[in-house]
């Protein structure tokens, strides 16, 4: 019987590692469609949504999470702190406050193409 080659062993268990947790954290970054959204009510944390604050909604992300967004059209970026879940509508990916969303210069569309980045 031929002995396994544990140099060749390590290295795929490492490259399988390294890929399996590449696609753990999607949420973090990536692109997809923002909305905007103003209410006075309470988020899932728990705080009061304050509209002008630089806050935002995301399915996953842990509350407190900062994260970076970039307008794709205009290029404009801000970072948010999440404090509430959603989006719920299909192909969305962030619910934005209505003071990040006029930061990143969407306000008036309702929504806009950007792309996400943990800070």
Request: hydrophobic fraction near 40%; aromatic fraction near 4%; glycine fraction near 10%.
């Amino acid at each position: 019987m031929k002995k396994p080659n544990r140099t060749a062993l390590v290295a795929a268990t490492i490259a399988a590692g390294l890929m399996v947790g590449a696609s753990t954290s999607p949420a973090a970054a990536q692109c997809g469609r923002a909305s905007w959204y103003a209410l006075t009510s309470k988020t899932a944390s728990g705080e009061r949504m304050n509209p002008s604050a630089l806050t935002a909604a995301h399915r996953t992300l842990p509350f407190g999470t900062r994260l970076k967004v970039t307008n794709r059209k205009n290029g404009r970026s801000v970072v948010v702190r999440i404090n509430d879940r959603g989006p719920f509508i299909k192909g969305r990916v962030i619910d934005l406050s209505k003071g990040a969303a006029g930061r990143l210069g969407f306000i008036r569309s309702g929504h806009a193409a950007v792309c996400t980045d943990r800070v």
